[in-house]
């Protein structure tokens, strides 16, 4: 569950937070309210827990921006130390990160991708990150799992990932012997935190001690690579840390801490005179035994012990005659008597003292050894995020190698080219070979694609597949293709699926429009967008105008000019397709022996129709329901094909009159004449032709027209007039 903190403040301007926290409710999900005293916000209070947490003079080497952000900290750490109750020493300091420094990618975009959990039951399995965890450590896996969720935009920085992927990718002897050792790495940010906040034990430093010797190991692999030496040519003086727990714990100790075991002999002169007092009173006992079974002729006397009563004088009761008279009795068994003598308890006593001092001191140099890594906590940090990277980068090569990845080409030219791509996620879990589709857009003539076919034949997964091979290549990984050139984005969006939010009574249609809405206010020209089915959550009518007027936004660059995949069954839509900027694509079908079959192949042009009664029948819908559709679907499509037509062709004059006049060269030739054939169409957009008629006569020039293009004018909207009434 996520937690807002808030100050407790005045009620008359509590409205204007609460506005705050149902948009936040809207963006990130169900959220708990948590109300932070306000006599402890302030700036000033905010400074010293900052400067009292990191130990610095000044706030000035946080980079803050404002008052607020230094607040936010404060409160943050206050937060959180009240509530664990630790001093939080593993915290080391604060970190800007930009979002201008990672392409981003909002819930939505990441719930719809599924790029780490999936939508079924919340897994990593079928997600992106399931795909590409081949790590071997855990702190590998959660780095994995942030860049995925976090991909980076500097052209720098990614084509150095790409470097260290390619060099595993072409080492597979040297990434062999190095998973290998990556398989005994334990997680040293886990072990620091714990040392941090004293819940660390014996067995902790000695996982720290071996996991160390194995980073030594790695790098020393990688020592003479130089794309990797900011993470191996370093001075990490784990060797220090290594030789600390070599000479201090003993290698097979003990889980507790307060019961000795833990410390080597040798390494602290006191804890050992401590032992030699405790050993010399455990080897006086096992004398007095021998002594006692001589003085009273008792062969099978013992001398035991537990917890609850100490050593004890066991004797079987046969030989209850033999007991002298010095014994103590202590406890009564079934068949023996147990016994003590003063000698026995002073022993004891000293032997107890001996072993609470030496256990007790044990402690406190365990605790001081913890003390000494704390020392080298940044240098222990930096360790684990080398060896977190070099887990990153081979388990990128690994699922570049096992899936036939490609290294993408990432460039500053704003273009899309994939050619045979793949989605990665759905080609594993496919029985036949996956079909490869190729994108190519531009931000120029090719920047929206309009995609139309059937449910089943493959669109959703066209979207999906190129959002998530944009996706990895920002991350430096390499792609599902045969190759790729992709020009750096700054933010994917995606508009896929259904889903509602009952419980703040949002329905699924409202959803829909909510990131339709994010999409349209926050595109950039460098971001991707991916929309399926707009406005299929309400009334054809209202679905295909909103959907209609969505592109439209889209495609004028005044407000976007972002690059969009657009899936749509309103076909009436691909008219646009003769503006500047938009193609129209589809995914392919064959009808043979009263049957569809799916070829999953995106080609350039306009779907023949949905299918959609089609694929009803493969669900099983009754014969009699189909025919009936068929029949309707045939009356529908009779009656508004003539004026959708006038309608795609007034809005392709508009688009290309305000872009300049920019129409491709087949356009050219056809706009004029163009008519939506009948079993193009689906359910029209508007009520009546006489609404187009109207405007059309209205936005006239009449001024400027010559009287043959007035008479063919005035024939043309008669014509389909005519048509319509037909």
């Keep these: 569950m996520r937690e807002l903190v808030i100050p407790e403040v005045d009620i008359n301007i509590m409205s204007n937070i609460t506005q705050v926290i149902d948009r936040i409710r809207q963006i990130k999900g169900d959220i708990l309210i948590r109300r932070y005293p306000d006599y402890l916000i302030s700036v000033e209070k905010g400074e010293d827990v900052l400067k009292d947490h990191f130990s610095v003079s000044s706030i000035d080497v946080f980079e803050f921006e404002n008052r607020i952000e230094i607040i936010s900290a404060a409160m943050l750490l206050n937060y959180v130390k009240e509530n664990t109750g630790q001093s939080l020493h593993h915290i080391r300091w604060i970190e800007r990160r930009e979002n201008q420094n990672y392409l981003i990618l909002d819930n939505s975009t990441r719930k719809h991708l599924e790029l780490v959990e999936n939508q079924s039951d919340g897994g990593k399995s079928a997600t992106l990150f399931g795909v590409l965890d081949y790590t071997k450590t855990a702190m590998g896996s959660r780095l994995l799992k942030w860049v995925i969720q976090n991909p980076i935009r500097s052209l720098e920085e990614i084509k150095k990932r790409q470097d260290r992927v390619e060099w595993f990718y072409n080492n597979r002897q040297s990434i062999d012997k190095i998973r290998s050792s990556l398989g005994n790495v334990l997680d040293i940010e886990r072990i620091v935190s714990k040392i941090s906040v004293g819940k660390a034990n014996a067995r902790d430093l000695i996982g720290l001690k071996n996991t160390l010797i194995n980073a030594e190991q790695i790098f020393g692999y990688l020592n003479d690579i130089e794309s990797f030496n900011e993470f191996v040519n370093q001075d990490y003086e784990q060797n220090d840390v290594i030789s600390l727990i070599n000479r201090a714990i003993v290698e097979d100790p003990p889980l507790s801490i307060k019961e000795g075991g833990i410390i080597k002999y040798g390494y602290n002169q006191k804890l050992d005179e401590y032992r030699r007092i405790r050993d010399e009173n455990r080897e006086w006992i096992n004398k007095y035994q021998v002594e006692q079974r001589n003085r009273t002729g008792i062969n099978n006397l013992r001398i035991g012990y537990n917890k609850v009563i100490g050593y004890y004088i066991e004797v079987t009761k046969a030989n209850l005659p033999k007991v002298p008279l010095t014994y103590i009795r202590k406890q009564t068994l079934v068949n023996a008597e147990r016994f003590t003598t003063e000698e026995l308890e002073l022993h004891q006593a000293k032997l107890r003292e001996a072993r609470e001092m030496s256990d007790n001191l044990e402690y406190e140099i365990f605790m001081e050894i913890c003390q000494i890594i704390l020392k080298k906590m940044d240098k222990l940090y930096s360790i684990a995020n080398s060896i977190a990277s070099i887990d990153l980068f081979q388990s990128f090569a690994m699922a570049a190698m096992v899936n036939g990845y490609v290294r993408p080409e990432i460039v500053e030219e704003n273009v899309l080219e994939i050619t045979g791509g793949r989605h990665p996620v759905i080609e594993r879990f496919v029985d036949v070979d996956f079909i490869e589709n190729d994108l190519h857009l531009n931000n120029s003539d090719r920047r929206i694609m309009i995609l139309t076919g059937p449910n089943m034949s493959g669109k959703s997964t066209y979207l999906r597949q190129n959002a998530l091979i944009i996706i990895m290549a920002h991350m430096g990984s390499f792609v599902p293709a045969s190759s790729a050139k992709i020009g750096v984005v700054d933010r994917i969006f995606s508009r896929i699926g259904m889903s509602d939010r009952l419980i703040k009574g949002e329905s699924t249609f409202l959803v829909e429009m909510i990131e339709t809405s994010r999409i349209l206010h926050y595109s950039t020209p460098r971001s991707f967008v991916i929309m399926d089915e707009i406005g299929r959550g309400t009334s054809t009518f209202d679905g295909l105008s909103i959907a209609w007027s969505v592109l439209e936004y889209l495609l004028d660059p005044e407000f976007s000019g ?147 293009e007035a008479l063919n004018i005035l024939d043309r909207l008669k014509k389909s007039i005519s048509n319509f009434k037909q």
């Excluded at 306009?606 to 009803?616: D, I, P, R």
């Excluded at 009656?639 to 129409?663: F, P, T």
């Excluded at 193009?680 to 209205?698: H, M, T």
Aim: charged residues 25%.
């Design 562 to 708: 972002c690059k969009v995949l657009f899936a749509t069954h309103y076909h009436e839509i691909t008219s646009l397709g003769d503006s500047y900027g938009v193609v129209n694509y589809n995914a392919t079908v064959k009808d043979w022996d009263n049957r569809v079959i799916f070829l999953r192949k995106i080609v350039q042009g306009c779907a023949s129709k949905s299918y959609g009664v089609e694929v009803a029948r493969m669900a099983g819908l009754p014969d009699s329901v189909i025919k009936r559709a068929k029949e309707i679907l045939s009356d529908l499509e009779s009656n508004y094909g003539s004026y959708i037509s006038m309608l795609a062709e007034q809005e392709v004059k508009r688009l290309n009159k305000k872009i300049g006049g920019k129409i491709n060269s087949e356009s050219n030739k056809t706009i004029l004449n163009k008519k939506v054939k009948e079993d193009d169409l689906q359910l029209g957009l508007f009520p009546s032709p006489y609404e187009i008629i109207v405007n059309e006569l209205e936005n006239l020039d009449i001024n400027n027209l010559t009287p043959i």
